[in-house]
């Protein structure tokens, strides 16, 4: 009995050592080129498919078929995702084949997941994949507007594709022409931000034709250090140089604010917009909470630029951001004064939010000039 | 024990030395009897009779101890007398004659409730306590209000009505050499009428625990001839001055441009926000902070900076990210806010 113990013993521990003779040997095959043996692809795509379905969260997603939502997705996944994954423009390259295992061609994998499951490969990526994190855990935001786009994709043609992942200009030309009249780094911001800075007018990208020059670039410095959380303005900005930024916080400055409220104000409730009025000009002085305009009013955006401009912006950036401001696991970066704002934001609650994020919108931008064309260029001065 | 050395020795004890403790004890118990901030000193009609009240309560109150102990120091040491003389002394030193000094006191006590029937023609002034300072509003007889923070000033010889309430917790409004204390309570309006008599400047407190700085929450009181009252609400009604310099103006410009409006009210500058004190006049307070510092350029410049290292949990943020000749510039603007 107690010998044949012994011999289990001594069999273990060689069969132990000669597995670790064999990895430290350097006996295993890691190539790319070799691919994987049909064993270990299907050990490891069942693993991944099953741990992604348990750990897909249960929450339910936003509204997906939001055009807002998918044209946010669309241009992100054009410069963080097209080039493994391809897209309905362009074929996967032959240098992203020969990776193992291979990027799917999206197309007809997307009706395989639900979208919780993308929502949890887009958030977390996939180990030994390749597949990348989304570059921030902490806007969940947008890894739903990828969702969006994903699940719409199948359907799109390469016109369509184009026009959402370059913009409506440019999506009847090539992709290069935009290389062509604009600088490289400010082509990549107009595919989303269009030349006036509008961004489309549906609210997928916010208003920049408002803002003044330091609120543009501390924003793409904030980006660009990683003290702002946004997977796709990260992407954006992480790769640029400090003349880069300067360069790119000018370019929309030269833009004539258009003139108009983003939101028609008799198209809202009534007592929804009196309440934002009075948050905005009065705050709530019972629960510390200051008022809006005391920063982002008039008087004060005439003597402080580096004040973001919010009348006029789009609703769903301006409660997406106080939401951000206002949720205190995630540091929300920005100019010299964004602490003031986190402190204003954190004790507001959502229904306050909805209702001066409704009165900005309502309001005519700060500095625009009546009369001047919409997304004309300012004479250099 | 003997064959040790006395290694630890301990500190001689003797019947000198309690008093020599005591005695500068006592002393600083009796110099804390007087000053701006004195229960005893009396210059406000309540105040009076609250210190008239606590001598005359001392005094029957000793009365009391003196028969009641003499009565039970008596029994011990006297032979037994019988029944009928041991009654007399328990029913007379005991329950008699406590009953009748207890009673008049109480009588007397009760007396000295404030006679509501007189109220409606005086100067209300209403203050909320905010964590960590004072709200204040002076209504006027046509029903406006001017508003102050951190001060309370008050004409001479005139009952006035203080209508006390709070913001988030519980607060204590005491002016200690004038009148009070009244509780400050959330949702609910207290009613204190207090007499200023004695022209001066007192010094009130927050006599409620209400949080990190409840110790840091004070304010002056200041009270004046009935005509230089008159002048000093008159002033205050006004909107902010600007004075009439470069340093100045730049400075309220600094003061919009740095968002300061959002909380601060500045009639006349700003008008947006009222979360924190109202500044129309903060140049001519006599302290900062709400009664913990003087009011000069080094603690304006040091509050903007940074109000939290001179007031901990102070809910205004530092505006440490302003280069300091802004700062100075907005310090100057409110030095000169009279």
Same mark, same amino acid.
């Given at each position: 009995m107690s010998i044949r113990l012994r011999h289990l013993l001594y069999l273990s521990l060689g069969a132990a050592g000669a597995v670790v003779a064999v990895l430290w040997l350097g006996l295993i095959q890691i190539s790319a080129s070799s691919g994987h043996w049909g064993v270990t692809d299907w050990v490891l795509h069942s693993v991944m498919r099953q741990s992604v379905k348990f750990h897909a969260p249960a929450k339910e997603p936003p509204p997906l078929d939001d055009p807002a939502l998918v044209r946010r997705g669309a241009g992100h996944y054009e410069s963080g #995702? $097209?080039? #493994? %994954? !391809?897209s309905p423009a362009r074929p996967r390259g032959a240098v992203v084949m020969q990776m193992t295992p291979h990027p799917p061609d999206l197309a007809d994998r997307i009706d395989d997941w639900r979208p919780a499951e993308l929502f949890w490969i887009v958030k977390h990526g996939v180990k030994f994949t390749g597949m990348p994190a989304w570059p921030t855990q902490a806007r969940d935001d947008e890894v739903w507007a990828m969702v969006a786009f994903l699940q719409a994709m199948p359907e799109m043609n390469a016109r369509d594709y184009r026009q959402l992942a370059f913009g409506p200009e440019e @999506? =009847? !030309? /090539?992709? $290069? /022409?935009?290389s062509t009249s604009v600088r490289p780094a400010e082509a990549d911001c107009i595919r989303c931000h269009g030349t006036d800075g509008l961004g489309e007018a549906n609210g997928a990208f916010p208003r920049l034709d408002i803002q003044p020059e330091p609120v543009l670039y501390a924003a793409l410095k904030a980006y660009a250090d990683g003290h702002r959380a946004s997977g796709i303005m990260q992407s954006a900005a992480s790769g640029l140089v400090e003349a880069d930024l300067r360069e790119l916080a000018a370019f929309y400055t030269k833009v004539v604010p258009l003139a108009g409220a983003s939101v028609a104000a008799d198209t809202v409730d009534g007592d929804l917009l009196a309440r934002g009025e009075a948050i905005a000009t009065h705050g709530i002085p019972r629960r510390d909470v200051?008022?809006? /305009? @005391? #920063? %982002? @009013?008039a008087e004060a955006a005439a003597r402080q630029p580096d004040f973001p401009r919010i009348a006029g912006q789009y609703p769903g950036y301006l409660r997406n951001q106080l939401a951000l401001f206002a949720d205190e696991e995630v540091e929300r970066g920005g100019g010299r004064f964004k602490d003031l704002m986190t402190l204003s934001a954190h004790t507001l609650e959502p229904d306050e939010i909805e209702a001066v994020a409704l009165w900005y919108a309502s309001r005519e931008p700060l500095g625009y000039r009546r009369g =001047? =064309? $919409?997304g004309a260029v300012r004479p250099e001065e | 024990m003997t064959n040790r050395p006395a290694k630890v020795r301990r500190r001689p004890s003797g019947p000198a030395r309690p008093s020599l403790v005591a005695l500068p004890i006592l002393l600083m118990i009796v110099a804390g009897c007087d000053g701006p901030q004195s229960a005893l000193s009396g210059a406000g009609r309540e105040a009076t009779d609250v210190s008239r009240l606590f001598w005359v309560m001392l005094v029957g109150g000793a009365a009391v101890w003196i028969v009641v102990m003499g009565t039970a120091i008596f029994a011990v040491l006297q032979p037994p007398r019988g029944a009928r003389v041991g009654n007399a002394f328990i029913i007379g030193g005991g329950v008699v004659f406590p009953v009748v000094v207890l009673a008049a006191l109480l009588a007397y006590g009760l007396s000295m409730l404030p006679d509501w029937a007189q109220s409606g023609t005086r100067l209300k002034v209403h203050v909320t306590g905010e964590q960590w300072w004072w709200r204040v509003a002076y209504e006027l007889p046509d029903g406006t209000l001017v508003r102050d923070a951190n001060e309370i000033h008050l004409p001479a010889g005139e009952p006035v009505e203080f209508v006390l309430t709070a913001d988030e917790v519980i607060h204590s409004f005491w002016i200690p050499a004038i009148g009070g204390k009244m509780d400050m309570i959330p949702g609910r309006t207290n009613r204190l009428v207090l007499t200023a008599e004695k022209p001066g400047t007192y010094r009130g407190v927050c006599a409620e625990y209400c949080g990190t700085s409840h110790a840091l929450m004070a304010f002056s009181a200041i009270v004046h001839e009935r005509d230089a009252f008159d002048a000093w609400l008159a002033g205050q009604a006004k909107p902010a001055v600007v004075a009439d310099s470069v340093g100045a103006r730049r400075g309220r410009d600094q003061f919009i441009a740095a968002g300061c409006g959002g909380c601060h009210m500045m009639r006349g500058v700003v008008e947006l926000g009222d979360v924190g004190p109202d500044l129309t006049h903060v140049g001519s307070r006599r302290t900062l902070g709400s009664g913990i510092l003087p009011n000069d350029r080094e603690t304006l410049e040091a509050w903007v900076r940074n109000p939290d290292h001179l007031k901990p949990d102070v809910a205004m943020p530092g505006y440490?990210?302003?280069p300091d000749a802004d700062i100075a510039a907005i310090a100057t603007f409110l030095e000169g806010a009279k």
């Open positions: #995702c $097209a080039a #493994c %994954h !391809g @999506g =009847e !030309g /090539d992709a $290069a /022409d935009l200051a008022a809006c /305009d @005391g #920063c %982002h @009013g =001047e =064309e $919409a | 440490a990210m302003l």
